[in-house]
């Protein structure tokens, strides 16, 4: 099984709607990060969390929140999608004595 | 700021033929140079980490180098299956030790 889970893979959705993106992770990691990817522009973290009570805006958060359930759960939301946000997002673990991040297998999302 | 580029953008190459990749890097107290590989539509996937100037490391094919202003990624003898892009990322010493920042990342196709 992965050791980090994003759900849905694929999500189309119109202009104005609320959309939430959820991360699982069965890696026993205390930090979580959002980025999303951009064709030329590479990765840009969104936002990001070290405990369940800890969680910090990334370089691109305007028009996005994050809520942190469990040291396990870290979901992203679109209050109000609109098409610039069409793009691949990935949630990403490290734990606290290492650097490296581990991802998902991302979520492709088209706002329409 | 911390600044990633990595050259070529895309780099053909016939099964067998070696060659090298190479990321640039300015950032302020480095914690960490990391290597990542991203096939299309899935999420990266960590390869290495080198933390100071002159260290190497191995995986399969690839090799990874540090200097105190570069990264090569060398790879021996390559297979239509190492076709991927592969990312370099480096993080900051001090209160952004969370923070990878990423280069666009090179192309690479293998052909049989």
């Known amino acids: 099984d992965a050791d980090v889970t994003q759900t849905p893979r694929n999500r189309i959705t119109k202009t104005g709607k609320r959309i939430m993106l959820e991360c699982s992770q069965t890696?026993?990691?205390?930090?979580m990060y959002w980025y999303r990817q951009d064709p030329g522009l590479g990765l840009r973290l969104i936002y990001y969390?070290?405990?369940?009570?800890?969680?910090n805006k990334g370089e691109i958060s305007d028009g996005y929140s994050v809520s942190r359930q469990a040291q396990a759960k870290f979901s992203l939301s679109l209050e109000s999608a609109i098409p610039n946000q069409t793009a691949l997002y990935f949630c990403?673990?490290?734990?606290?004595?290492?650097?490296?991040?581990?991802f998902g297998p991302g979520t492709r999302l088209t706002v329409t | 700021e911390d600044q990633v580029t990595q050259s070529p953008e895309a780099l053909r190459l016939q099964e067998g033929e070696s060659s090298s990749l190479n990321c640039s890097y300015t950032v302020s107290g480095l914690r960490g140079l990391f290597w990542y590989r991203q096939d299309p539509g899935k999420g990266p996937e960590f390869l290495f980490t080198?933390?100071?100037a002159g260290e190497e490391k191995e995986k399969e094919r690839l090799k990874a180098t540090l200097t105190k202003k570069e990264s090569f990624l060398h790879i021996t003898a390559p297979k239509p299956e190492d076709s991927a892009t592969y990312l370099c990322a480096v993080q900051a010493g001090g209160g952004s030790n969370y923070k990878l920042t990423f280069g666009k990342g090179t192309l690479l196709t293998v052909n049989p």
């Open positions: 969390s070290f405990d369940v009570k800890d969680i």
């Open positions: 990403a673990t490290s734990d606290q004595g290492l650097y490296e991040q581990y």
């Open positions: 890696k026993g990691h205390d930090r």
């Open positions: 080198l933390y100071s």
